[in-house]
């Protein structure tokens, strides 16, 4: 938490890594959370998350540590943990200590992601990342990706999606459409009509997205084309978070050139209205008591649902 943002780092499914992105056999020094991490596939294919630090002397196993097999081998006097964290093998010694360990983060793998749990109080996960039954679907485009790392906090980067008197003020849309939203548990549901501009005149649609945890959304655009957005983000720091937007395009049928086109434009028109929001969200400051007025959306609907995922759920809405 800092002075700006009074809000703690909400628990979670984070984004990780691609499942692409990460071979058989590779380790990885990450830092997220404000954390120092190891990242690491084992031969047998499963990827696992872990405190960076051994715990027998606190060498860095993202430093010189190896993979073997489905266990990692510490840099430093050798100690084998395997994928659990537990660990298995110290060549030098005939006993292993009872409580021989490193913190390993739970997984889950969705969509073609890798994703692990945060929560510092090392509970269980709550729920599952869904699947996106139109990800890696012939019926739409291959995915193209944006990331974005903006100095802000979670839940003032998602407040962004109720607030659409801000669409009219910030990115410079012709109305203020009007905005339905309601938590329903664990999920957050918005949304709202739009009116595409076309060479035949206007046509209407509507957005429609979903918020699965802090971590993880999809949003749908319906209208003159369906296009759908899978949204992960991640805090590297307290106040520093990695947001990636992966778009997919319903592909036109028998018009491979069109859907390419769409999609350019598309894609090229969210990245422009999320660079403008940048830097309101890097030099705003977060208030607890915000003076509304009855033009807003429902941004303290959305409070609501952040409070669920804080450690110590007493702020205000």
């Known amino acids: 938490m800092s002075e700006r943002v009074p809000l703690p780092l909400p628990v979670g499914w984070y984004c990780v890594a691609e499942e692409a992105e990460l071979a058989a056999g590779e380790l990885r020094r990450v830092r997220y959370f404000g954390q120092e991490l190891v990242l690491w596939r084992g031969e047998d294919g499963a990827p696992h998350l872990f405190d960076a630090y051994c715990p027998h002397l606190g060498a860095?196993?993202?430093?010189?540590?190896?993979?073997?097999?489905?266990?990692?081998?510490?840099?430093?006097?050798?100690?084998?943990?395997?994928?659990?964290?537990?660990?298995?093998?110290?060549?030098?010694?005939?006993?292993?200590?009872?409580?021989?360990?490193?913190?390993?983060?739970?997984?889950?793998?969705?969509?073609?992601?890798?994703?692990?749990?945060?929560?510092?109080?090392?509970?269980?996960?709550?729920?599952?990342?869904?699947?996106?039954?139109?990800?890696?679907s012939p019926d739409w485009t291959e995915p193209e990706l944006r990331s974005f790392e903006v100095k802000a906090h979670p839940q003032e980067m998602a407040e962004n999606i109720v607030d659409s008197v801000h669409f009219r003020f910030v990115h410079g849309t012709p109305e203020i459409p009007p905005m339905q939203a309601e938590s329903r548990g664990l999920c957050f549901y918005a949304s709202q009509g739009l009116t595409f501009t076309t060479p035949q005149g206007e046509t209407q649609g509507r957005v429609d997205v979903t918020m699965y945890g802090p971590g993880f959304g999809v949003t749908r655009f319906l209208g003159v084309v369906e296009t759908l957005l899978m949204i992960t983000g991640i805090p590297l720091e307290p106040e520093l978070h990695r947001t990636t937007i992966r778009f997919i395009v319903r592909k036109i049928a028998g018009d491979a050139e069109a859907t390419r086109g769409v999609a350019r434009a598309f894609v090229a028109e969210i990245a422009r209205q999320y660079a403008q929001d940048i830097p309101i969200w890097e030099n705003k400051r977060y208030l607890e008591r915000p003076l509304l007025c009855d033009g807003d959306g429902p941004i303290l609907e959305l409070r609501r649902y952040f409070r669920q995922f804080y450690p110590t759920p007493t702020l205000a809405p």
């Open 60 to 136: 860095h196993l993202g430093v010189g540590g190896k993979v073997e097999g489905a266990a990692l081998r510490c840099p430093f006097h050798a100690w084998k943990f395997d994928g659990s964290g537990r660990c298995i093998e110290i060549p030098y010694a005939k006993r292993i200590p009872p409580k021989a360990a490193v913190p390993s983060w739970p997984i889950q793998r969705r969509n073609g992601l890798i994703f692990a749990w945060y929560d510092p109080s090392k509970a269980k996960p709550r729920f599952d990342v869904p699947e996106v039954p139109e990800w890696g």
